[in-house]
């Protein structure tokens, strides 16, 4: 079972600026789709972008959609999530997660996700 650990997270003001890191365990990776998630408080959970093996595909939520930027660097074992322009609406814990099957999927749903980290806190204030 991989372990996922995330970095990152903190208090910044609105229209400011975080970059959280996902580290994983494992030789395997490279072979799985990863994603971000956020959960805010009394919300139901929220895809927030997600990146294919390769890291050749990406795909976000419309919510964040030319703020945040996902990437990966294989060679690290570590997915980031860029995130500008921060609004107070992004306050969440966000989590990171690693698809259920090696080299196939950019699914936004949960559900399709079998790995995930414990998850690092948002707060961006107004």
């Known amino acids: 079972q991989v372990q996922l650990v995330e970095s990152g997270g903190g208090l910044v003001q609105a229209g400011g600026s975080l970059r959280l890191s996902c580290a994983a365990s494992?030789?395997?990776?490279?072979?799985?789709?990863m994603a971000w998630f956020r959960q805010a408080p009394g919300k139901e959970r929220e895809f927030v972008a997600g990146?294919?093996?390769?890291?050749?595909?990406?795909y976000y939520a419309d919510s964040v959609k030319g703020r945040f930027t996902i990437s990966r660097d294989n060679a690290k074992n570590t997915v980031y999530l860029q995130m500008n322009s921060l609004k107070p609406e992004d306050t969440a814990v966000y989590r990171c997660?690693?698809?259920?099957?090696?080299?196939?999927?950019?699914?936004?749903?949960?559900?399709?996700?079998?790995?995930w980290g414990q998850g690092t806190q948002v707060t961006v204030s107004s």
């Open positions: 990146i294919s093996w390769t890291g050749s595909f990406t």
């Open positions: 997660a690693q698809y259920h099957t090696r080299r196939y999927g950019t699914s936004r749903s949960s559900l399709d996700f079998a790995s």
């Open positions: 494992g030789s395997t990776f490279s072979s799985y789709t």
